[in-house]
T-cell receptor
Framework: GAGVSQTPSNKVTEKGKYVELRCDPI?????LYWYRQSLGQGPEFLIY????????DSGLPNDRFFAVRPEGSVSTLKIQRTERGDSAVYLC????????????????FGEGSRLTVL | GQNIDQPTEMTATEGAIVQINCTYQ??????LFWYQQHAGEAPTFLSY????GLEEKGRFSSFLSRSKGYSYLLLKELQMKDSASYLC????????????FGTGTRLQVFP
């Protein structure tokens, strides 16, 4: 597709369960970002990939969160032993280059995956 | 690190002009972004300023003053569809591929 695709769009799970959220970036975009957004807040940075490697995972809240991008395209955010506080919209974004390039450094966001932990 | 501050909510009337302010504190400035986010939708890019001054793009303009740590987004000829959250964001110092967002300003446009 033309844009960033995220699945599932909605996920309801029980506390303690394992969850996987998938992101399919715009074709050819080497940079991929995961953000988390709670109601009434701005997106909170989680992790950033450049190609297959995680260039910066400093935003992951704890070791229950993990993300992979094995072939440099699709990425999966994995959350183990989910907690009620993990409930949020998880946004994925991709970019063709870094912010150092003014004209092409903008992020293209997907619609997000809304996670609800009961 | 950096600190980004913007008003939580604003209201305006259709056809009017509104200015949404953003102040930031950062140990290393690398430009400032504005994004628009309609309720339940993805944020979309509006503007990027790295030099001081006003940049106009149709009904939307963005201003930056690096010495004051201040930016604003100016929306002219407001339309109902402009009701959305407006997010101010700056790259983290020395790690410019990591964009840090403010909490956003929720704008409601009334007829």
């Amino acid at each position: 597709g033309a844009g960033v695709s995220q699945t599932p769009s909605n996920k309801v799970t029980e506390k303690g369960k394992y969850v996987e959220l998938r992101c399919d970036p715009i074709s050819g975009h080497t940079a991929l970002y995961w953000y988390r957004q709670s109601l009434g807040q701005g997106p909170e940075f989680l992790i950033y990939f450049q190609g297959t490697g995680a260039a910066d995972d400093s935003g992951l809240p704890n070791d229950r969160f993990f993300a992979v991008r094995p072939e440099g395209s699709v990425s999966t955010l994995k959350i183990q032993r989910t907690e009620r506080g993990d409930s949020a919209v998880y946004l994925c974004a991709s970019s063709s280059t870094s912010y150092r390039d003014r004209d092409a450094g903008e992020l293209f966001f997907g619609e997000g995956s809304r996670l609800t932990v009961l | 690190g950096q600190n980004i501050d913007q008003p939580t909510e604003m209201t305006a009337t259709e056809g009017a002009i509104v200015q949404i302010n953003c102040t930031y504190q950062t140990s290393g400035f690398n430009g400032l972004f504005w994004y628009q986010q309609h309720a339940g939708e993805a944020p979309t890019f509006l503007s990027y300023n790295v030099l001081d001054g006003l940049e106009e793009k149709g009904r939307f303009s963005s201003f930056l003053s690096r010495s004051k740590g201040y930016s604003y987004l100016l929306l002219k000829e407001l339309q109902m569809k402009d009701s959305a959250s407006y997010l101010c964001a700056v790259p983290e110092p020395y790690n410019t591929d990591k964009l840090i967002f403010g909490t956003g300003t929720r704008l409601q446009v009334f007829p």
